[in-house]
Every structure is written in C-alpha cells, then in structure tokens.
C-alpha cells in the first residue's frame, strides 16, 4: 500500500530550524519524482523543493533557496526536508509528494501525497 507520512513540523522561533521527515511506503518502483510542497488557507499548494530519484538533481522555489535542503535517505525510504533560518511566512503545512513523470514544481504532476505537516514560525 502506497503511503507517504511527514513528520517534524511543530513551533519554531524566527531564525530557528527543523528538519521534516517524508516516510515513503509501497511506492511503485518508477516513482523517482520526490517534492515537498507547502500550503496555506486560501493560497494554492507551492512547490518548495523537489528532486529526482534517477539523476540526483533537485530544485528549490527562489523564497527558499540558500535556506531549505532536500536529500534523501534511501535506505530508510525517507526524504527529508532541512529548513534554516525560518521566517513567518514560512509558516504553512508541509506536504510530500511523488510522481512518475518528472522531478517539478508544479503540485498538479503529482499523484501521491502525505496528510502533511504543521509548522509554525513565531516569536
């Protein structure tokens, strides 16, 4: 059964850290396309990173780059996601996904998500 699980979200101070985790199971062998993507009410779900299981490349969207880093753990089947340095406008919920197209941005290309995961910058 297919199931994507984060987990790692939680309360953070401005400049603070976490790291969150994407437990990956029963995921068909050519789902090669991991991203996190991240939401907040009214606004659309947003691509924060994503990466390619096949080549290793991964991407990031411009508010998070130099901040965020993807990277796996194959062994564990888990894709993780390191935020730095927070800010308040990161606060949303958190979601993994995958696909069998291609390693993008766009939330629409991807067929397998996570329930997701608070995370809340505040001081």
């Known amino acids: 059964q297919l199931e994507l699980v984060e987990s790692g979200g939680g309360l953070v101070h401005p400049g603070g850290s976490l790291r969150l985790s994407c437990a990956i199971s029963?995921?068909?062998?050519?789902?090669?396309?991991i991203g996190w993507f991240r939401q907040t009410p009214g606004k659309e779900r947003e691509g924060v990173s994503w990466?390619?299981?096949?080549?290793?490349?991964?991407d990031y969207a411009d508010s998070v780059k130099g901040r965020f880093t993807i990277s796996r753990d194959s062994a564990k089947n888990t894709v993780y996601l390191q935020m730095n340095n927070l800010k308040p406008e990161d606060t949303a919920v958190y979601y993994c996904?995958?696909?069998?197209?291609?390693?993008?941005?766009?939330?629409?290309?991807?067929?397998?998500w996570g329930r997701g995961t608070q995370v809340t910058v505040s001081s």
């Open positions: 990466l390619s299981k096949n080549d290793g490349r991964t």
């Open positions: 029963g995921l068909p062998v050519n789902y090669n396309n």
């Open positions: 996904a995958a696909n069998n197209v291609t390693a993008t941005r766009w939330a629409r290309v991807y067929d397998a």
